[in-house]
C-alpha cells in the first residue's frame, strides 16, 4: 500500500532508527524535515522515487553514522549538494538521481571550508526555534508502518509532538552536530565514499581536484550535467567515471578503472594517442569504455581506438563508439 501525505518530523524523535526505506512512494511529498538529524543511530536513507521536494538539509551533517543515503529520481529535489555533509565520517553511498540539483560540486576534502560550513551550520541549528509538529496531515511513517501499513488509530489522526519532545530532539540534534564538528579529522581522514551517482542534475563547473583522495571509490557517475573540465591525473583508484570534457592523455594510468562511461556528453577530437593504450596487459580491469554521443569525436578516430583496443585487449573488453551498440550500464557495478 501506498504511503500518501508529507514527510514528518516527528519522527525525529525515534533515537533508535537505524534503517529507513520509503522508496516507491509517489504521492509522498513534502521536504527533508531538518530535524532528522536527530535520528543519530540512522545508517541508511532511501526516499528513491518519492514526491519530496526542497533541499538537502545541511544539519545532516550530525548523522555520523548513515552509511548510505539514495534519492533516485526524486525530481522535486533541488538546491546545492551541502558542503556541510563533508565530515559525515561513515558515508559510503551518495545517490541522487534525475533531480534538479545546481551549482558547484562541494569541496568536501577541503578541511577549512567544510568545518566553516558545519560551524554555520551549527549556528543557525542554535537558533532555530522549537517547533510543535501537527500530525494530522503528515505522513504516517513511523517504523512499524515502514515495514506494513497499519489502520490509525484515532491518536495517530490527531496526535502531534509536543514541545517537550521537539525541544528534545533539537538538543540532540545539535548536540550529535556539536559533536561530530569536534570529531572532524583537519585533512586526514575523508568520508570513505565507495558510490557517487549525480547523474541527471543540472551540477556546473569542474570535477573538485580533491575528490581524488577519497580513497575507496568505486563508482563515480555524473553523466547527464553541465559539468567541465578534466579529471585530475591523481584519481587513479575511481573504478568508474562519467563527465563532460576533452579526454587527458594521462587516463592512460587509470589502472583500477573498470567501467569508464563518457557517453551523451560533449567530448571533442583530437583523441589521445596514449588511449590506444588504455587496456595493455593482465593487469588492467577495464571491462566496458563507451564513448558514443559526443559529435565533437572524430567517427575515424573512434574507429582507430576501438580497433587498437580491442587489438590489445588480454581479456573481455566492450568498447562502445556508436549509439547502437552494448552499453555499459548493462554490466554490474559493484
Request: hydrophobic share 45%.
Amino acid at each position: 500500500m501506498q504511503l500518501t501525505g508529507t514527510l514528518t518530523a516527528s519522527l525525529a524523535t525515534y533515537y533508535n532508527l537505524q534503517h529507513l526505506d520509503l522508496s516507491g512512494n509517489s504521492r509522498l511529498t513534502g521536504s527533508l524535515p531538518s530535524l532528522w538529524s536527530a535520528l543519530t543511530a540512522l545508517q541508511t536513507l532511501d526516499v528513491s522515487n518519492t514526491g519530496i521536494s526542497g533541499s538537502l538539509p545541511p544539519s545532516w551533517a550530525s548523522l555520523q553514522k548513515l552509511r548510505a543515503f539514495r534519492a533516485a529520481d526524486c525530481s522535486g529535489l533541488s538546491g546545492q549538494l551541502p558542503l556541510e555533509w563533508g565530515i559525515l565520517r561513515s558515508l559510503e553511498e551518495l545517490v541522487v538521481t534525475n533531480s534538479n540539483l545546481s551549482g558547484a560540486l562541494p569541496a568536501w576534502t577541503d578541511a577549512g571550508a567544510v568545518r566553516a560550513a558545519a560551524d554555520a551550520a551549527l549556528a543557525a541549528a542554535q537558533q532555530a526555534p522549537s517547533v510543535q509538529v501537527n500530525q494530522a496531515a503528515a505522513a504516517d511513517v513511523s517504523p512499524a508502518t515502514v515495514q506494513r501499513r497499519k489502520t490509525p488509530t484515532a491518536r495517530d489522526r490527531g496526535g502531534y509532538v509536543g514541545p517537550r519532545a521537539t525541544t528534545a530532539a533539537r538538543s540532540r540534534a545539535v548536540s550529535a552536530l556539536s559533536a561530530a564538528i569536534a570529531a572532524a579529522p583537519a585533512g586526514t581522514r575523508f568520508m570513505p565514499l565507495r558510490v557517487i551517482n549525480l547523474s541527471g542534475n543540472k551540477l556546473s563547473g569542474q570535477l573538485v581536484p580533491g575528490w581524488s583522495l577519497f580513497e575507496q571509490l568505486q563508482v563515480l557517475v555524473l553523466a547527464n550535467n553541465s559539468l567541465t573540465g578534466s579529471l585530475p591525473e591523481s584519481s587513479a583508484r575511481l573504478t568508474t567515471l562519467a563527465l563532460s570534457s576533452t579526454l587527458p592523455a594521462s587516463w592512460v594510468s587509470l589502472r583500477k578503472l573498470q567501467q569508464l562511461d563518457l557517453s551523451n556528453n560533449a567530448l571533442v577530437s583530437p583523441i589521445p594517442e596514449a588511449w590506444s593504450y588504455l587496456y595493455v596487459g593482465s593487469g588492467s580491469l577495464l571491462r566496458c569504455l563507451a564513448l558514443f554521443g559526443n559529435a565533437g569525436l572524430s567517427t575515424a578516430e573512434l574507429a582507430a581506438l576501438k580497433g587498437a583496443l580491442e587489438q590489445r585487449a588480454t581479456g573481455k573488453l566492450t568498447v562502445v563508439v556508436s549509439g547502437g551498440g552494448p552499453k555499459c550500464a548493462s554490466l554490474q557495478q559493484p
